[in-house]
């Protein structure tokens, strides 16, 4: 009897799995056509824009805490040596007296640890949430100070015409904007003659396009949750339970625009706009690229430190 019931079923159970298998590459083609147009380089789909701008708004005014974060003591301690020898390669003494534009500021780690070597801060974030964090953790520092709210595409629009800066920085942001060529093309324009620019960017070579996309079809079931609640343990259920990654984890999943770009694309829109001395200063699958418009000053060149193989402070900091 069992064998005839399975005889009788196969071809029911086979005609199921068919459709299953079609369901499903129908849909994936659905996530990739998504992905493909979210993540377009000269622009995206304006929903993933403004959702991708709330996310960040959100983030700065409610989950400012966080590892990396500067309520993280180790991070704070440490945050001059990250930027000078595990991020841009220069010594501290460079940075005293510069003019900086920090391009998405966020929460104003970077800028705190920019201002606290002496320079000169320009925030500069689409949010109003970012900017106010931003303001506040740079109060005890003696340095000029300037804020901006603006995209980074429209950024010549809204800092006068004709400023520029020995340094323009911007970590990890540009491929969350609406556009990131326009937004790039704009932080380059802002660079002095012999200045620096530094750049954190996803890098394709760390994450390939097949897990890329599994990690999109994880956002898109984050954004249908309906409750914080809902949200909040999504995300813990992601980092094992862990509140202090809670921050990290909704970088990872909220935001759904997140683009990772190539080396070689990056260094040809630096080279296109004047840029020499392009390097990439850690050798992962992310993009930390330095270089300088149109030559290095000899003066700058001793306030230069040589790559080393130490690992990155993201793998070595307390756990």
Not at 4 to 15: A, D, Q, T, V, Y
Request: charged content about 30%.
């Amino acid at each position: 009897m069992k064998k005839l019931i399975k005889k009788l079923l196969s071809p029911i159970l086979k005609s199921y799995d068919v459709r299953l298998e079609n369901n499903k590459r129908e849909l994936d083609a659905l996530y990739k056509l998504l992905y493909n147009n979210i993540h377009d380089l000269d622009h995206t789909i304006p929903m993933a824009a403004n959702q991708t701008e709330a996310t960040f708004s959100f983030q700065w005014d409610q989950m400012q805490e966080g590892e990396a974060m500067l309520s993280d003591k180790w991070f704070k301690e440490n945050i001059l040596t990250i930027i000078t020898e595990r991020e841009i390669l220069m010594k501290k003494e460079w940075f005293r007296g510069k003019d900086v534009i920090d391009c998405g500021c966020g929460g104003g780690r970077w800028s705190y640890g920019l201002a606290k070597m002496g320079a000169n801060i320009t925030a500069v974030d689409i949010n109003e949430s970012a900017l106010m964090a931003t303001k506040g953790v740079l109060e005890e520092f003696d340095v000029k100070k300037d804020f901006v709210l603006t995209p980074l595409e429209q950024l010549k629009s809204a800092i006068p015409d004709g400023r520029k800066y020995d340094l323009v920085w911007s970590w990890g942001v540009l491929h969350h904007c609406f556009s990131f060529n326009e937004s790039f093309r704009q932080a380059m324009s802002f660079v002095k003659e012999g200045g620096f620019i530094y750049l954190y960017l996803y890098g394709r070579e760390s994450l390939n396009y097949e897990v890329d996309i599994n990690l999109f079809k994880n956002r898109v079931r984050y954004n249908t949750l309906n409750t914080w609640e809902e949200k909040e343990k999504f995300l813990l259920d992601k980092q094992g339970g862990d509140h202090k990654k809670l921050h990290q984890a909704h970088d990872m999943y909220a935001p759904l625009l997140n683009r990772r770009l190539e080396f070689d694309y990056v260094k040809k829109m630096l080279q296109e706009n004047g840029f020499t001395d392009i390097v990439r200063t850690v050798d992962d699958g992310e993009l930390h690229v330095r270089a300088v418009k149109t030559a290095m000053k000899p003066e700058d060149k001793e306030f230069i430190i040589p790559k080393t193989n130490n690992p990155y402070w993201f793998d070595y900091g307390p756990k």
